[in-house]
């Protein structure tokens, strides 16, 4: 019966964009609200017209906020409108603004925008909670009045761990990709301080008022001067430096924005994505000019070879570091108590296919990290439904505990320490595994997404309509 109902809803969809009559609803295509009745349509006065876009601009400046992708934003502005029977409905994100228009036929259209500005930025918990908020105003016909309380709410309550809480759960994850990346015990205790001495620079120098170029740039070069004064002052040997520099330079690397960024352009939010690739092109520009800002130290470095060699680790410890990484980063990023077994299991799903790939199918490390974040994608894309979570959330933790390119940067500042040719060609490889990752995810989620749509029941709705075309 459900797929009757769906392959029904697409031929009419078919034959609209055969029309040209496609609506704002048919953006709902392959979206987790691709099949909720909505129910039949009506025209509203001007002020509620503006009281229920001024909720959906809010809620989607709070959604980009919080970290999620641009169609999901879309999407959920698109549902809400149309569960509070509005028709004649655009959406438009941009790369700085979203803007909503309602223009019935017979009245001025009305139009209003909100700024949601260019940086990226991710709290987990808040995404749950204002995922769970559109899950609510669909299925339980939740009046505009009581949404708006929700959203002022979920805004006041900001932060579910204490600032500490998350910078520890960064440090954990800092420790396990030390690990990964060759480091030994010691340097995996090492590399947590040098991850809360940069973390908190950059707090203080973002509370100066300094543009976030500057910031990266002196966050990057406080994590590789720090590592490297620690190598010189004889307390870590050349290897365990280079470990340390690479766990803290990873943590740097814009993975949200890049997999942001092929999800728009894949997605078809093309001006989105263009926005998103100055801001990718800055940051590593300004990490970059970290590394440049440090470089004397490299130069005069004298660290000997024999102890600077790169040491895979077995599969099941990879897989025990990957998790423990995986649960510090939703830590660090503000997950729920509810996402923590959740990012573990990514983490570890992640961390098979990547490593399994690696050294049982001797793939090199962009191969082995595009397919082990298919798999991953998928994975949410398939469970994120059932589990009442937003798929980014249990996307991002795995992301960064198992499939980050730790032993390439581990790889590339050695080379640059030992003051032989090479690190430019591993610098490129792990910039490529970085881009792997968001080619990955968007190919798994879509795919999860697809399973998922096929084989779920039919959601329940309180309250049964016929579905809006207009």
């Known amino acids: 019966m459900f797929s009757l109902g769906r392959r029904h809803a697409r031929r009419e969809r078919q034959e609209r964009r055969q ?24 025209q509203v006065d001007e002020q509620t017209a503006t009281d229920f876009l001024r909720f959906v601009l809010r809620h989607a400046r709070e959604l980009f906020l919080a970290g999620a992708e641009t169609q999901a934003i879309d999407a959920a502005a698109i549902a809400i409108t149309a569960r509070w029977r509005m028709d004649h409905v655009s959406i438009d994100i941009t790369s700085r603004t979203v803007q909503a228009q309602y223009a019935p036929e017979g009245i ?145 690397l814009p993975i949200l924005s890049l997999v942001s960024m092929v999800e728009d352009a894949i997605s078809g939010f093309r001006s989105m994505a263009s926005g998103r690739i100055i801001s990718v092109g800055l940051f590593f520009a300004a990490m970059v000019a970290g590394v440049f800002l440090v470089g004397f130290l490299l130069r005069h470095s004298d660290l000997q070879a024999r102890d600077t060699a790169f040491r895979a680790l077995p599969l099941a410890a990879t897989l025990l570091t990957s998790a423990i990484g995986s649960l510090g980063n939703a830590v660090f990023m503000g997950g729920p108590p509810r996402l923590l077994p959740w990012a573990v299991a990514g983490g570890v799903l992640a961390g098979f296919v990547n490593n399994g790939t690696q050294q049982y199918l001797d793939q090199p490390t962009p191969v082995a990290t595009l397919t082990g974040a298919v798999f991953l994608g998928a994975a949410a894309g398939a469970v994120a439904p059932s589990l009442r979570l937003p798929a980014r959330s249990l996307v991002v933790p795995g992301v960064a505990g198992a499939l980050l390119p730790g032993p390439d940067v581990y790889r590339s500042l050695l080379q640059a320490a030992l003051h032989v040719s090479g690190a430019g060609s591993y610098a490129l490889i792990a910039f490529v595994a970085t881009a792997a990752i968001g080619v990955g995810s968007v190919l798994g989620s879509s795919l999860g997404n697809a399973a998922q749509r096929e084989w779920s029941p039919r959601a329940r709705s309180p309250r049964s309509g016929s579905t809006s075309s207009a």
């Open 19 to 42: 029309k040209d009559e496609s609506t704002a609803l048919d953006r709902l295509y392959g979206t987790e609200f691709e099949s909720f009745p909505f129910p039949v349509p009506e």
């Open 108 to 252: 001025l259209p009305l139009m209003m925008m909100t700024v949601t500005g260019s940086e990226d930025s991710r709290d987990l918990d808040q995404l749950d909670q204002l995922h769970s908020l559109t899950r609510h105003i669909l299925r339980e016909d939740m009046p505009p009045s009581a949404a708006e309380r929700a959203l002022n709410q979920i805004i006041s309550r900001k932060g579910i761990w204490p600032w500490w809480t998350s910078v520890l759960g960064g440090a954990l994850l800092a420790a396990m990709l030390c690990v990964l990346a060759s480091g030994t015990l010691k340097a995996a205790l090492f590399s947590p301080l040098v991850f809360v001495i940069s973390n908190r620079v950059s707090w203080a120098l973002g509370k100066s008022g300094l543009q976030s170029f500057y910031v990266t740039a002196l966050q990057t070069a406080c994590s590789i001067g720090s590592a490297l004064l620690l190598a010189d002052a004889r307390v870590l040997t050349g290897g365990e430096a280079a470990s340390v520099a690479a766990a803290n330079v990873v943590i740097l």
